[in-house]
């Protein structure tokens, strides 16, 4: 049957601000699973979304597909434990720049170097949001928030580096106002085999709004003929921007780095194997499969 992306709507009442760039994202995310559905790589029911606390993960409201609602900063780890119990899914895991890079921050290094098979999209707004505005890992040096009336001073990370060196095999950026190029790079992530990672810049227009700083400095990581095989090129590119708002910024978008040939964390798994358990029958007894797979 064919989906059109306002079948994934729900009823729940949208209360992000007006202008936020969550708005993009949804849209995409949205599109980019109608469309792998219309196009045959699975079905709705395969979808499974996780999210934490944020207005970025208010996205789980609002898209109708199966999911998980975790604390803050997990995520991630719901993620990986949802495709260990059932690797035929598609999990998708939504948290903000606070949420996976300051609380969850080892899950994702950690689901990263495993190259679990999940995608995670970063709403990274540069600030904790919802909470009105604190500093979170990539937020600018000298920015004047609640937490940090005086301005921060530490150096804020860098995502795309920090995923290439920890394992990711597919590590993306992308701007939340172009929802066509966000919506391709979903497809791509998502169909991707292996730890997926879009680090999207997503000006918050209440509390850290860098709308107009994004569209003069952004460019297409593809119109300078970048290749995402190339694992040095990658690192280069991810170094170009380093999240501080510096005016004479470049700050690439695109597919940094793919790597097709490393092994889903899910397959080295024996007991898995042979597909998810809930389809298979009682072959033995728990003890017996502990004796099979446990020296003792
Ligand atoms: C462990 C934990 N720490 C802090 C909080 C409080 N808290 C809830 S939402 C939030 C901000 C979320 O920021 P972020 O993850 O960047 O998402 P955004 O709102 O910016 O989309 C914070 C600090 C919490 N709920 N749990
Ligand atoms: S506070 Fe910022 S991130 Fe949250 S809904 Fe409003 S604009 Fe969007």
């Known amino acids: 049957m064919r989906v059109n992306q306002n079948d994934l709507n729900t009823p729940v009442e949208n209360t992000w601000c007006p202008g936020c760039g969550n708005f993009g994202i949804l849209t995409a995310v949205k599109g980019a699973i109608a469309d ?6 699975a079905e709705l029911k395969d979808f499974v979304l996780t999210a934490d606390i944020g207005c970025g993960s208010k996205i789980y409201d609002y898209i109708k597909i199966n999911g998980y609602y975790g604390l803050h ?3 991630v ?20 720049d606070g949420g996976l890079l300051n609380e969850g921050i080892a899950h994702l290094v950690h689901a990263a170097r495993y190259n679990s098979d999940i995608t995670t999209v970063m709403h990274n ?13 990539t937020t600018e040096r000298g920015f004047r928030g609640k937490s940090t009336p005086l301005g921060t001073f530490e150096e ?7 995923m290439i060196e920890s394992g990711a095999t597919f590590v993306a950026r992308e701007f939340s106002y172009d929802v066509a190029h966000l919506k391709e790079t979903l497809k791509a992530a998502i169909k991707h085999k292996g730890f997926s990672i879009i680090d999207v810049l997503q000006p918050c227009v209440s509390f850290h709004d860098t709308t107009e700083y994004f ?20 690192l280069k590119k991810a170094r170009e921007w380093g999240y501080d708002l510096d005016p004479d910024a470049r700050i690439p978008v695109g597919v940094f780095y793919i790597n097709d040939e490393k092994m889903a964390y899910e397959e080295g798994w024996p007991s898995i194997r042979k597909g998810p358990f809930w389809k298979r029958k009682r072959e033995r007894r728990w003890e017996d499969t502990i004796r099979k797979y446990v020296v003792v």
């Not at 707004?125 to 890992?137: E, W, Y």
Request: hydrophobic share 40%; net charge neutral; glycine share 10%.
């Open 73 to 75: 900063g997990r995520a």
């Open 77 to 96: 780890a719901l993620a990986v434990g949802i495709k260990l119990a059932n690797p035929e899914l598609k999990v998708i895991a939504f948290g903000g």
């Open 156 to 162: 804020p990370l860098n995502p795309i580096t920090l």
């Open 215 to 234: 569209r003069k400095r952004i460019y297409r990581l593809e119109d300078e003929g970048h290749d995402p095989y190339d694992r040095e090129a990658a």
């Open 125 to 137: 707004n540069q600030v904790f949001a919802l909470t009105t505005g604190q500093a979170t890992a």
């Open 36 to 41: 792998l559905v219309n196009e045959g790589f």
